[in-house]
């Protein structure tokens, strides 16, 4: 690629936007970086330091460690002694794949500052990049012992429980998150998923109500509605089903998946249409899992 | 069950392809292959096609059965069936099936017999393919998975040369998954775009 025709101010605005939304675009902000953005660094005043460090991990995280060095030796000069720099440091030597050695900086950082939380949960990442994945879940539960209002880091659990086939576990992460973010479509989804995978009519039952609130959140949750959908099927051809329910259910059921046709029909897609949506599902014929 | 195994360019490709684009997430997907309609001369396990799944969660089950129903649906027309499933590991060095793998290739080998496993060899993929980045396991009588020999797994002809261009090129920004597809319903799993770029190429390759 030859230099990009951007406005450098238009690429100061996209890093900045990119940062306060914690968003991964690693690869572009390297292109920005080296084919705009640096050429114009001086003119960024304090912000500079901002983006030298966005620079320094998304360098990392395309494993342009020249890159990631040069900002990286330009922080370390600004800040001689900082802890948010020594981090970086660590973060270098994980890329590096110096597992041992990153461990130790990051447990110089706690020596240092124990409300250091970021060195604590880098700790965590080290742990799941080497593939140990129990002794990470360790790892964090203690962390969140001590900072239990980090929803990154309930998220984070969440993830790591699934991965070991832990459903009930991580279902009580996502309770967590629910307790503090009462509004979130994406949690209310996430744990309906979670406990429809569960099975059984009780966990069931859980699913079809919290994907039921998860559409009523955001109508425009397709997951939600084919969850909805998914959930009132089962429970209604479960036999422990009193006959009342099953109406009830099975009218939810409808209107879940005509919603869902609905909203295929309003996209005008080529991939299927409204009608082959009822068609498919129409028919769905599940296996009794309740 | 102790046949070969056949890749077309395009499956392979659009499995690449969605490895790629998430280098930091697991990947998963199903392959398809023509129905068999008792053609029993024919001893290979041909694939054709490729369906990326998910790239966030892989072990939840409601989309995944909505994925399956839809993509049975579509193809069935065609002629095609689901033959099999694919994952990439997170981690890069980790090729070896967990239990979600396991499940799912389970599931599907209930409804056909030649179902096949394939692991991504995540530290294969390059962007110059020396050879192709997959271990293909099917079930044997006893009902364990066991991975086929490298000799018994063909790939089209002019396939990595074709694959690595696209890779190269960073075509796997504008593949689409059935994650992409639940957040937006305008984004069409069965990558026609990707498809019509691989005649393209292949055909170029072979002037």
Redesign the interface.
């Known amino acids: 690629m030859a230099s990009l025709d951007l406005d450098w101010e238009e690429v100061r605005e996209q890093l900045r936007a990119w940062r306060e939304d914690n968003t991964r675009h690693s690869e572009e902000v390297i292109d920005m970086w080296e084919y705009c953005l640096k050429h114009y660094k001086h003119k960024l005043g304090d912000e500079r330091w901002m983006v030298e460090e966005q620079v320094v991990v998304a360098g990392l995280d395309s494993y342009r460690l020249d890159i990631a060095e040069h900002s990286l030796v330009a922080l370390n000069e600004q800040f001689p002694g900082s802890l948010r720099v020594r981090k970086l440091k660590g973060m270098r030597l994980e890329a590096l794949e110096r597992f041992d050695e990153a461990m130790d900086v990051y447990d110089s950082i706690i020596r240092q500052d124990e409300t250091n939380s970021t060195a604590r949960k880098r700790k965590v990442a080290v742990l799941r990049g080497q593939g140990r994945i129990a002794d990470a879940i360790k790892e964090l539960t203690e962390y969140l012992k001590i900072f239990m209002s980090d929803g990154e880091a309930w998220q984070e659990l969440c993830d790591l429980y699934l991965k070991e086939g832990d459903y009930s576990k991580a279902a009580f992460c996502m309770e967590e998150l629910i307790l503090t973010n009462p509004h979130n479509h994406l949690y209310y989804t996430r744990y309906a998923e979670i406990k429809y995978t569960q099975g059984g009519l009780d966990n069931m039952e859980i699913a079809r109500s919290y994907f039921c609130q998860a559409a009523k959140l955001n109508p425009g949750n397709v997951r939600a509605l084919y969850g909805l959908f998914l959930s009132c099927t089962q429970v209604s051809s479960s036999t422990k089903c009193s006959a009342q329910k099953k109406k009830e259910t099975q009218q939810l059921a409808t209107w879940a998946l005509k919603e869902i046709a609905d909203r295929y029909s309003k996209c005008r897609t080529n991939a299927m249409d409204g009608s082959k949506i009822l068609e498919t599902f129409g028919s769905l014929s599940i296996t009794e899992k309740a | 069950m102790s046949g070969d195994i056949s890749l077309t360019c395009t499956t392979l490709a659009k499995m690449m392809l969605h490895a790629a684009r998430y280098p ?1 997430s697991a990947v998963s997907g199903v392959v398809l292959a023509q129905a068999r309609g008792g053609d029993t001369t024919s001893n290979t396990v041909a694939l054709v096609d490729t369906v990326p799944l998910f790239h966030l ?1 892989l ?5 995944l ?2 994925a399956l ?2 993509i049975e ?2 193809y069935k027309s065609e002629g095609l069936v689901i033959a099999g499933y694919y994952q990439a590991n ?2 890069i ?2 090729n070896v099936p ?3 793998a396991l499940k799912i290739a389970e599931k599907i080998a209930e409804n056909n017999n030649d179902a096949c496993l394939i692991m991504i060899d995540n530290k294969k993929l390059c962007l110059n393919l020396q050879s192709a980045p997959v271990i293909v396991s099917q079930l044997t009588s006893e009902g364990k998975w066991k991975s086929k020999e490298k000799a018994s797994v063909h790939v089209e002809a002019g396939s990595l040369d074709v694959i690595s261009q696209l890779l190269q090129h960073k075509v796997q920004h504008d593949l689409i998954d059935f994650d992409n ?3 937006d ?6 990558n ?1 775009h990707i498809d019509k770029l691989l005649t393209t190429l292949t055909a170029a390759a072979q002037d």
């Open positions: 930091q969660q072990s939840l089950a409601p989309m059965e909505v129903t839809q649906q579509r997170e981690h060095k980790d967990d239990f979600v597809h639940l957040d319903l305008t984004c069409d799993w069965s026609p």
